[in-house]
């Protein structure tokens, strides 16, 4: 995407990574509670957990005429490519760049990976504290992901009881009422390679490189917030859950490096593309990406279950937004 322009390249990479991005967002956003009650003083629960979003069909494909791509390069086999979260298929969309006569830059869009439904686990430990007020903290430690680079997250969230401030059911029972609000960030840094060789063969250009390209790395960082108002029914056994409210998530993707690309240079051809050294894009992206992740065109609406067998505990719930979400969990917990 790099070898026709950088602009359009922020564009065809917004378009095509922003499935999994939302999907992992509204991942984040999830799971954060499974009852409006908060713990009494100094009470906890530590509760490892799994949420999978669900990419809805409209974001499996995207139409690459609609993204305004500055430079006007030439489709072949149409222009509805699959998004990360498509299908996989031999037949792709190609765009080819030319100054004149000259192709300078070709290549067919990427694959889509046939994953529709994204999970992500979770770990959090909740504390209650002082005016029926619960804090909680979620961490997933940076793992490396072999040659590929590493992951990892963290959040906090604090839930409020809401119940405590109302006269009319102050002292109902088993009824709860509580609101809430969560940040969650998750940070993937990614090695990556594309030396010269990959755009000499693409296209036939002639390499005039020296220097090395081994310095090429990816960082993506996706930001999950969400504020909801919890309802819960708690008895003994089993408690019933559901709040409604809002989700948004953010994202950044920095590639950092020396990238070669191909250019017309007169002085050398004026029959083929040229790589050189001098042509190379540094540090090209650093791009933001931001959606509502379902709270624009759709409430977040959640229900759920809980059951309790003494301090252990076992919770499902749903989530309907632009990209649902099913989460389930299983924890410890006291007071």
Same mark, same amino acid.
Do not use: C
């Given at each position: 995407?790099?070898?026709?322009?950088? &602009?359009?390249?922020?564009?065809?990479?917004? %378009?095509?990574?922003?499935?999994?991005?939302? %999907?992992?967002?509204? +991942?984040?956003?999830?799971?954060?509670?499974? *009852?409006?009650?908060? #713990?009494?003083?100094?009470?906890? +629960?530590? =509760?490892?957990?799994?949420? !999978?979003?669900?990419?809805?069909?409209?974001?499996?494909?995207?139409d690459l005429k609609s993204l305004g791509l500055s430079t006007n390069p030439t489709f072949t086999n149409g222009t509805i490519a699959p998004t990360i979260a498509g299908s996989k298929t031999d037949v792709r969309p190609s765009l080819e760049y030319k100054a004149g006569t000259v192709t300078y830059a070709k290549f067919q869009t990427p694959n889509?990976?046939?994953?529709?439904?994204i999970p992500a686990p979770m770990f959090q430990l909740g504390l209650g504290l002082i005016k029926e007020t619960d804090v909680t903290v979620r961490l997933v430690p940076t793992m490396k992901l072999g040659d590929f680079g590493s992951v990892g997250l963290w959040g906090v969230g604090l839930k409020h009881s809401l119940k405590q401030w109302i006269?009319?059911?102050? $002292? !109902?029972? @088993?009824?709860?009422?509580?609101?809430?609000?969560?940040?969650?960030?998750?940070?993937? &840094?990614?090695?990556?390679? @594309? /030396?010269?060789?990959?755009?000499?063969?693409?296209?036939?250009?002639? &390499?005039? =490189?020296?220097?090395?390209?081994?310095?090429?790395?990816?960082?993506?960082?996706?930001?999950? @917030?969400?504020?909801?108002?919890?309802?819960?029914?708690?008895? /003994?056994?089993?408690?019933?859950?559901?709040?409604?409210?809002?989700? =948004?998530?953010?994202?950044?993707?920095?590639? =950092?490096?020396?990238?070669?690309?191909?250019?017309? &240079?007169?002085?050398?051809?004026?029959?083929?593309?040229?790589?050189?050294?001098?042509?190379?894009?540094?540090?090209?992206?650093? $791009?933001? $990406?931001?959606?509502?992740?379902?709270?624009?065109?759709?409430?977040?609406?959640?229900?759920?279950?809980?059951?309790?067998?003494?301090?252990? #505990?076992? #919770?499902?719930?749903? *989530?309907?937004?632009?990209?649902?979400?099913?989460?389930?969990?299983?924890?410890?917990?006291?007071?």
């Amino acid at each position: 995407m790099l070898s026709g322009s950088k &602009d359009d390249a922020q564009k065809l990479m917004e %378009a095509y990574l922003k499935p999994y991005t939302n %999907a992992f967002g509204a +991942d984040l956003n999830s799971a954060w509670y499974n *009852t409006a009650k908060p #713990h009494k003083l100094l009470g906890f +629960d530590l =509760t490892a957990s799994i949420s !999978a979003a669900f990419v809805p069909s409209a974001d499996k494909t995207y139409d690459l005429k609609s993204l305004g791509l500055s430079t006007n390069p030439t489709f072949t086999n149409g222009t509805i490519a699959p998004t990360i979260a498509g299908s996989k298929t031999d037949v792709r969309p190609s765009l080819e760049y030319k100054a004149g006569t000259v192709t300078y830059a070709k290549f067919q869009t990427p694959n889509g990976t046939g994953w529709s439904i994204i999970p992500a686990p979770m770990f959090q430990l909740g504390l209650g504290l002082i005016k029926e007020t619960d804090v909680t903290v979620r961490l997933v430690p940076t793992m490396k992901l072999g040659d590929f680079g590493s992951v990892g997250l963290w959040g906090v969230g604090l839930k409020h009881s809401l119940k405590q401030w109302i006269p009319g059911i102050k $002292m !109902a029972p @088993f009824f709860n009422l509580s609101a809430f609000l969560g940040y969650t960030k998750m940070t993937v &840094d990614g090695n990556i390679s @594309f /030396p010269p060789e990959f755009y000499v063969s693409n296209i036939n250009a002639i &390499d005039q =490189t020296t220097l090395p390209y081994d310095n090429q790395k990816t960082q993506m960082v996706i930001k999950g @917030f969400t504020g909801n108002i919890v309802a819960s029914f708690d008895i /003994p056994v089993i408690t019933f859950y559901g709040a409604v409210g809002f989700a =948004t998530t953010s994202t950044s993707l920095k590639l =950092t490096g020396d990238y070669p690309i191909a250019k017309i &240079d007169p002085s050398v051809s004026l029959t083929q593309a040229v790589v050189k050294d001098s042509y190379k894009l540094v540090d090209p992206i650093n $791009m933001k $990406m931001s959606s509502s992740s379902g709270s624009t065109t759709k409430p977040r609406l959640n229900l759920g279950i809980k059951f309790k067998m003494a301090i252990i #505990h076992i #919770h499902f719930d749903y *989530t309907y937004a632009n990209y649902s979400v099913v989460s389930a969990g299983l924890g410890i917990s006291f007071r």
